[in-house]
């Protein structure tokens, strides 16, 4: 039976070209190195704010999402003037309890 209430769960995983974004909620909590599996410490997104998704185009064009961003698009990190906009989305994932328990403190 599948579940039609809202959404409650908060964590999510943004799997890009290199990297793995871990958000809960909004934020970003932990950043993964898909090459080698280590936590990323430093990462300029950690703690950061996803403010929404850029879909970048073949004419040069760009395309704002100011909500949740999907496959295909980029990550837009908003952290006090320093923003980052990652690789393309590749997929979105829900973290298994037992990662969301190892993210770095």
């Known amino acids: 039976m599948r579940y039609v209430g809202s959404e409650r769960r908060i964590h999510r995983v943004f799997v890009t070209r290199n990297t793995e974004y871990h958000v809960r909620k909004d934020r970003c909590v932990a950043v993964r190195d898909r090459r080698t599996g280590d936590w990323v410490q430093g ?35 908003c952290s006090a003037g320093r923003d980052l906009v990652t690789s393309a989305v590749i997929a979105i994932k829900r973290p298994e309890k037992a990662i969301v328990n190892r993210y770095p403190h």
């Open 43 to 77: 990462h300029l997104a950690l703690a950061s704010q996803v403010s929404g998704g850029l879909r970048f185009h073949e004419s040069g064009g760009i395309t704002p999402n100011d909500g949740t961003p999907n496959v295909g698009e980029s990550l837009f990190f």
